[in-house]
């Protein structure tokens, strides 16, 4: 019982990492039709932008390292991702494919710098005494940085939907993702919301990034694209553009590869998910929230 | 502005769908005032006509409005300088409540709830509810609304908006639209002739993606001939 | 440029990689040693190798259309099969390739005709899913077959004596040059074959392809069971050059790179994708070499490591190319060769 309930609450940590990362990723596939590729880049640039930080700021506890680190991965994720969008996305505006490939180029570019500045292997992150220890839920002893994870992507979590149904621009991106051309005949310039959608994305990411360097303790510059994969996919079954989508999948995603990685044995549960993905398009080629996809 | 001249004026409209050379160097007038008929069998291409004054579709050629040149600006500018857009399939955004539905079409600082919901207190009563669960007819007053809601705009684009409702709908969007003609100009396409016979006072007839016909609606019903050849078998004895 | 010339310059080209074994000159800057030494044609034969691989995703991807992330797949077949049954089973030479050939046909065909069920973006994803799968399937290293992470080395006594050694560089390389000519002129014969304007017919616009009474699932699933299989032999050739098999080619990474190629050397232009596949194998090897170089290790950090790393520099050219060069290399020289064009037979619009 306590094993179940350790890889529980595990799997939903891992699924709250994919959903971060997820989040962005749908709302920019479902709003701009742009398979970014760069998101790992942006993860993985703002993770060792954080590190760097509470690095820099060594004299400090490791309480204010890690907040200053993941303060500093939100912006760097938010920035990057925003400067992404003006200098080489909208340029290629009527190119849907050579968007995609843009990014794509930018995160095979990205990654080797990272690489080549900081080495590929992986660097320890300072964690406050608190995060090491475990916490007693249900008789199983949880990592408490999983339950942290948990908390933060339930904020953003919380954060979008406000978003998304409360301001203005999230009602231009809820229409955007249905009907762009329609939004544009209302008198809206949808163009402008694209910019903000792709910092929201990454700033999502940038917190996942600093996130999963908490969860695993260390940070390497190839997760971002490990994990990248396994967000498309959180992001395909979820439905591409919703976020609510996003949440339920990337739930499932996170406890299939947890329990069966546990169970079976390493990599059986990667396998499942991908699987997974191969059926849920065959039944359903929307994924879940059909809806929103067009 | 010209003040004496077309509210809107098209010339030598061009537009390509695919390979097809859908609208052949259009060309028309749409007075200041009143509801002007865009008329003509199915697929001559008045809805790409409206489509190509909105910048939906790649199009050549010149849009004035008001006097000025519209055919290099994005869709969401042309929109700007007061023209709304009902569209054939009433695109209502179905994720999205009624009320939001109309709060994204919100443009001027005073918009006009008063008249949509006089117009259709429906509206009001669903407020809550999601664009997706609304009937046929319920869309197709949104999108109306949507059209009327901000003072500033000039002219209206109506795409077919009776079409595939019942008889009494059809009443009160023809009555909607009658009222709408008191605060607009209107340039509506319909295929249903009884309808356009008791709204538009002047037509423009497309054939081919060209125009075939300018004038008034009686000087085209009331000649039998000219009906049919204009409009197909179905306009003649129409009235 | 007339065509006759063209076509007579690129049969001394030819001529000239096929004497290359014999000639002795060293081209400094270009090459580390002289033409024919073994580390030169080693070179030469991979460039061949991923030109001609280029070539087969440009089909998928260039000519049907397809967004296909997860050709690598079928590339690393090639590579896997093989080495499985030469060092695992203690095959000979002909009967991996027998085997490697079945395979080739059976898993794309199977692969194939789940994907491509979808379209556009979650065709490609599945695609992805599928090649990923692969990847975490040869790293677990399922009942000792693959090498796991360490790949698996081709031992002298797996191979016929012709292909072991580094004195017999050149047959290796030979086979190479041999690979990209026969792959290129199956490609070729494809695309302007009736079912190969079907399916730039089907790139343009799927839905008339349907409406003329023509499946584009069954062409679609052709494509791609053809491009794999030869990916695949490709992939058996790389194996030859390498020695051995590496877990690196079945990665997402990799199939990037093919796309990289792809574009680079222009998409929709059967001599544009090799061209693409040589210049960035080339430049992915030399540019490592070239970071080494005492000129640019002593350059101050902030230099020198962009330029110690092929992919920032790949992947910034990339950018590049598909932001102001649409058409790839290709497509800029095509612009002023017009006639090479038409000697090589290409007869695909651009993408």
Redesign the interface.
């Known amino acids: 019982m306590t094993t179940f309930a350790l890889l529980l609450i595990t799997g939903l940590g891992l699924g709250a990492l994919y959903f971060l990362i997820a989040a962005g990723l749908s709302l920019i596939w479902g709003l701009m039709r742009v398979l970014n590729f760069a998101h790992g880049a942006f993860f993985t640039v703002a993770a060792y932008a954080g590190w760097s930080v509470a690095r820099a700021l060594g004299g400090q506890s490791p309480g204010v390292q890690w907040i200053a680190a993941v303060a500093v991965a939100i912006v760097v994720g938010g920035v990057f991702a925003a400067l992404t969008e003006v200098v080489l996305i909208r340029p290629l505006y009527a190119r849907h494919v050579g968007q995609v490939l843009v990014t794509v180029g930018l995160a095979l570019a990205t990654i080797a710098l990272v690489q080549g500045g900081f080495g590929s292997d992986p660097q320890r992150l300072a964690l406050p005494d608190w995060m090491t220890r475990t916490t007693s839920v249900v008789g199983a002893n949880i990592p408490n940085t999983r339950l942290l994870v948990i908390v933060a992507a339930l904020i953003v979590f919380g954060l979008l939907l406000f978003f998304l149904r409360r301001t203005r621009f999230g009602?231009?991106v809820?229409?955007g993702v249905?009907?762009r051309?329609?939004?544009?005949?209302?008198?809206?310039?949808?163009q402008r919301a694209f910019t903000l959608v792709f910092a929201i994305g990454g700033m999502a990411a940038g917190l996942a990034g600093m996130l999963a360097g908490t969860y695993y303790g260390t940070i390497d510059p190839g997760r971002g694209t490990g994990m990248l994969i396994f967000a498309f996919i959180v992001v395909i079954i979820g439905g591409l553009g919703s976020v609510t989508g996003s949440a339920a999948a990337a739930v499932v995603v996170g406890e299939l590869q947890q329990f069966l990685n546990f169970y079976g044995a390493t990599g059986v549960g990667d396998f499942s998910v991908v699987l997974l993905l191969a059926v849920v398009l065959l039944i359903r080629p929307g994924g879940f929230a059909g809806?929103?996809t067009a | 502005m010209n003040g004496a001249g077309p509210l809107l004026a098209v010339r030598e409209l061009d537009v390509y769908l695919?390979e097809s050379h859908v609208l052949q160097g259009v060309s028309f007038d749409v007075r200041r005032g009143g509801i002007t008929g865009l008329l003509g069998r199915n697929g001559v291409g008045k809805t790409t006509a409206l489509r190509g004054i909105?910048g939906?579709v790649p199009r050549t050629g010149s849009v004035l409005l008001g006097g000025d040149e519209t055919i290099n600006l994005?869709?969401?500018e042309i929109?700007?300088r007061g023209v709304a857009?009902v569209?054939e399939d009433r695109?209502v955004?179905?994720?999205?409540t009624v009320a939001?539905n109309l709060?994204?079409?919100e443009?001027a600082p005073a918009p006009r709830y008063e008249l949509v919901y006089e117009l259709f207190p429906e509206l009001k009563q669903r407020a809550a509810q999601k664009g997706?669960t609304l009937s046929g007819g319920q869309q197709q007053m949104v999108a109306l609304a949507?059209a009327l809601l901000n003072p500033d705009d000039r002219i209206l684009l109506i795409d077919e908006p009776t079409k595939g409702l019942a008889p009494l709908v059809v009443r009160h969007v023809v009555d909607a639209l009658r009222r709408a003609a008191d605060v607009a100009t209107i340039l509506l396409v319909e295929q249903n002739l009884s309808v356009a016979h008791a709204l538009v006072r002047e037509v423009i007839v497309l054939d081919q993606g060209r125009v075939s016909f300018t004038g008034e609606v009686d000087e085209l019903m009331g000649d039998a001939a000219l009906a049919r050849k204009h409009l197909g078998l179905a306009a003649a004895g129409s009235h | 440029m007339t065509r006759r010339t063209r076509l007579i310059a690129l049969g001394v080209v030819l001529a000239l990689c096929i004497a290359l074994p014999w000639i002795g000159i060293a081209i400094p800057g270009l090459f580390e040693g002289a033409l024919n030494a073994p580390g030169t044609l080693n070179l030469l034969g991979l460039c061949f190798v991923f030109g001609a691989l280029a070539l087969t995703y440009d089909l998928v991807f260039g000519y049907v259309g397809l967004l296909s992330f997860g050709h690598a797949l079928y590339f690393a077949t090639g590579v896997y099969v093989t080495a499985i049954a030469l060092t695992r089973w203690h095959w000979s030479l002909p009967q991996a390739l027998a085997l490697t050939a079945v395979v080739s046909v059976v898993l794309p065909l199977a692969l194939g005709a789940i994907c491509l069920r979808m379209r556009d973006i979650p065709f490609a994803m599945v695609t992805l899913a599928f090649a990923q799968a692969g990847s975490i399937l040869v790293s677990q290293n399922p009942f000792g077959l693959t090498g796991g992470e360490e790949g698996l080395a081709l031992g002298s006594d797996t191979l016929p004596p012709a292909l072991v050694g580094v004195a017999n560089t050149h047959n290796v390389y030979w086979i190479a040059l041999a690979l990209l000519l026969v792959v290129y002129a199956i490609a070729w014969r494809a695309v302007n074959s009736p079912p190969g304007r079907v399916w730039q017919a089907i790139r343009e616009?799927e839905r008339r392809v349907g409406v003329l009474g023509l499946n584009p699932y069954l062409y679609k699933l052709g494509a791609f069971v053809l491009s794999a299989f030869l990916a695949s032999a490709t992939g058996v050739v790389y194996l030859l050059l390498q020695g051995g098999a590496n877990p690196q080619v079945t990665t997402a990474d990799f199939t990037l790179a093919l796309l990289v190629m792809v574009v680079l050397g222009g998409v929709g232009t059967l001599w544009g994708a090799v061209l693409g596949g040589i210049v960035y194998e080339y430049l992915d090897f030399r540019l490592v070499a070239l970071s080494n170089t005492p000129a640019v290790q002593s350059l101050p950090g902030v230099l020198r490591v962009p330029l110690s790393e092929p992919l920032f520099l790949l992947g910034v050219l990339f950018i590049v190319l598909v932001l102001f060069v649409p058409g790839g290399l290709g497509g800029a020289l095509e612009r002023r060769f017009k006639p090479v064009r038409a000697a090589l037979g290409s007869s695909a619009a651009r993408a």
Request: proline share 5%.
């Open positions: 009602l231009i809820r229409a249905e009907n051309a329609m939004v544009q005949a209302l008198g809206i310039d949808v809806a929103s | 695919a909105l939906l994005p869709t969401h929109v700007r857009y569209p695109d955004f179905a994720g999205l939001e709060r994204l079409a443009r997706g949507r | 616009n």
